[in-house]
DNA sequence: GAGTCGTGGGA
DNA sequence: TTCCCAAGACT
């Protein structure tokens, strides 16, 4: 189809000239960088991401380097980048890296799938943005962009559906090395111009082409997409303990913890359940420590 | 498949 | 100010 061919040119034109210079997309950066700085962007923007990836590369060059540290480390390290688990798994995918994969970020597809906290997305991201194989690579952005431009809808649907699965892989460049700057291309049109609020259509390289605008940019009338309640919420709850055993040299006392949260009941709740995921770790009755 | 899981900044 | 949501993974 000629008219999957006529997007490449436009929108990879257009990553040439503005895509923003980040240390993950360096010629020199490592595939463990590549997958450090994907964990980190899961569900958090590139802004805030940015100090806490310089921090972590320069402690943790490799895998190997991560591995050695116990899990507290990473956690503490992860800062205020929220959903700490993902630190949790970085680190046993690093220990995995480094005792299967021989200290080496593995290329295979599968394999990536197979490290703990590596989903679809971040296996098909470091296969393509790493090792520059042919992988449809489907963000929030990707989706977002072809939502509009190919389906005509403001918005994708909640969960990747079969046919973006089509979508994408239609117009996957055959090229791999192609495909893998298209890959990149795409996410980062829809980080900067095709955003989710207000689409910067007047900059778009396929505006003409896409058809949500040919439709009229017609507002999103599927299904109200779910809202992200928070305050007094157990997440909130964790959040305030976790912080307290971050900010703290050492281990910390049941006080420490009650002092954040009044409601007791929830307060135990969300402290069992930072126990159970492992972030967390009892020493003695009524003392609590980052995992070591 | 729907719920859970943090945090903070921009519109 | 309030609300939306930002390179998802896992159960």
């Not at 943790?60 to 630190?87: C, I, M, N, Q, S």
């Not at 394999?111 to 997305?121: H, N, R, T, W």
């Not at 949500?212 to 709850?237: H, I, K, L």
């Amino acid at each position: 189809m000629d008219t999957v061919a006529a997007l490449h040119r436009p929108v990879l034109a257009w990553y040439s000239a503005s895509a923003r210079s980040l240390p993950w997309r360096a010629g020199d950066a490592s595939a463990w960088a590549v997958m450090v700085s994907e964990f980190m962007l899961q569900q958090t923007p590139v802004k805030r991401v940015l100090p806490v990836y310089e921090e972590w590369l320069r402690r943790w060059p490799t895998p190997e380097a991560l591995a050695k540290e116990p899990a507290g480390e990473a956690v503490r390290a992860w800062g205020r980048l929220g959903y700490p688990r993902r630190a949790l798994r970085l680190h046993a995918a690093a220990t995995a890296i480094t005792e299967q994969h021989a200290g080496e970020v593995p290329r295979d597809h599968a394999q990536l799938l197979a490290l703990p906290g590596v989903g679809e997305y971040t296996a098909a991201a470091v296969a393509s943005f790493a090792f520059r194989q042919r992988h449809a690579v489907l963000d929030t952005n990707v989706r977002r962009v072809f939502a509009r431009a190919v389906t005509g809808q403001e918005y994708p649907a909640n969960a990747t559906t079969a046919a973006e699965r089509r979508t994408a892989a239609t117009l996957l460049p055959d090229d791999p090395e192609t495909a893998a700057t298209w890959a990149v291309a795409v996410m980062e049109l829809g980080a900067l111009v095709c955003t989710a609020r207000t689409p910067d259509c007047v900059r778009c390289p396929i505006a003409g082409g896409c058809a949500w605008r040919q439709a009229g940019s017609p507002p999103w009338e599927g299904p109200a997409r779910r809202g992200q309640s928070y305050e007094g919420t157990d997440r909130q709850v964790r959040g305030k303990l976790l912080a307290v055993l971050r900010d703290a040299p050492g281990p910390v006392t049941q006080a420490q913890l009650d002092a954040v949260w009044a409601d007791g009941v929830q307060r135990a709740r969300a402290l069992d359940g930072l126990v159970t995921d492992g972030l967390v770790e009892p020493v003695a009755a009524g003392v609590y420590r980052l995992p070591g």
